[in-house]
């Protein structure tokens, strides 16, 4: 790479996560002009990969939902390739907090996805008393998520993970309600906030790893 692409590179990394809260920090120099610190190659590709599982997450919850709604034949192979994801989301905490704290990630967010599937069973046969039963357990796996992370990470509030987790509900079910009254503009509308929501809430999760543990950056 000659020393202009490179330039060039490295700016255009600082570019892209100006947005980002926490990824960049802008500094004083001479005259008061304002600067931004580039983001190291690491960061970037910690960001990537953090974005990309979730965003699968998204994408293959989506992928269930359509497919049990429709009973089609792939529903089985749909749910390990989810089901799979969550354990890829686990294996990625693993290198800062070790292997017993991504296994139990990968718990709690495989009883995300196991609950989500009754849920969207019990929607399907209209049975409201168990979908109610099935919400409260919903959104007590995610106050257990947001319990989990923050213990491991002074910069991810408990509130504010929480909040976080209780809009992906929120989008998830708007989801499954528009699909149930095959409302496909406000199906695809709640799948685009909620991609929108989820690659917010990996850049959080990125800046807070980044910030803990600077020395592996």
């Given at each position: 790479?000659?020393p202009?692409l490179?330039?060039?590179?490295l700016?255009l990394?600082?570019?892209a996560?100006?947005?980002?809260?926490?990824?960049?920090?802008a500094k004083?120099?001479?005259?008061?002009?304002?600067?931004?610190?580039?983001?190291k190659?690491?960061?970037?590709?910690?960001q990537?990969?953090m974005?990309?599982l979730w965003?699968?997450?998204?994408?293959?919850?989506?992928?269930?939902?359509v497919?049990?709604?429709?009973g089609l034949?792939?529903?089985?192979?749909?749910?390990?390739r989810?089901?799979?994801?969550?354990?890829?989301?686990?294996?990625?905490?693993?290198?800062y907090?070790g292997?017993?704290?991504?296994k139990?990630?990968?718990?709690?967010?495989?009883?995300?996805?196991?609950?989500a599937?009754k849920?969207?069973?019990?929607?399907?046969?209209?049975?409201?008393?168990?979908l109610?039963?099935?919400?409260?357990?919903w959104?007590?796996n995610?106050?257990?998520?947001?319990?989990?992370?923050?213990s491991?990470?002074?910069?991810?509030?408990?509130?504010?993970?929480k909040?976080?987790?209780?809009?992906?509900?929120?989008?998830?079910?708007?989801n499954?309600?528009?699909?149930?009254?095959k409302?496909?503009?406000?199906?695809i509308?709640?799948?685009?906030?909620?991609?929108?929501?989820?690659i917010?809430m990996?850049?959080?999760?990125?800046?807070?790893?980044?910030?803990?543990?600077?020395?592996?950056?």
């Amino acid at each position: 790479m000659t020393p202009l692409l490179k330039k060039v590179t490295l700016l255009l990394m600082c570019v892209a996560l100006l947005g980002v809260p926490g990824m960049a920090e802008a500094k004083e120099s001479q005259g008061n002009v304002q600067q931004t610190e580039c983001i190291k190659p690491k960061e970037v590709k910690l960001q990537g990969d953090m974005r990309k599982l979730w965003i699968d997450h998204m994408i293959w919850t989506r992928g269930y939902l359509v497919s049990a709604l429709a009973g089609l034949e792939d529903q089985e192979k749909v749910l390990a390739r989810l089901l799979k994801n969550q354990v890829d989301i686990g294996n990625a905490i693993k290198p800062y907090y070790g292997e017993e704290a991504g296994k139990k990630l990968a718990e709690l967010l495989t009883e995300h996805i196991v609950i989500a599937g009754k849920i969207i069973d019990a929607a399907k046969k209209g049975d409201q008393g168990t979908l109610d039963k099935l919400n409260k357990e919903w959104f007590r796996n995610a106050d257990d998520i947001a319990k989990f992370l923050s213990s491991a990470n002074p910069n991810w509030p408990e509130k504010d993970i929480k909040e976080m987790m209780y809009t992906h509900l929120k989008l998830l079910s708007e989801n499954l309600q528009a699909r149930l009254q095959k409302n496909w503009e406000a199906d695809i509308a709640a799948f685009d906030k909620g991609v929108d929501h989820i690659i917010a809430m990996a850049d959080v999760l990125t800046a807070g790893i980044i910030k803990q543990f600077p020395n592996q950056f």
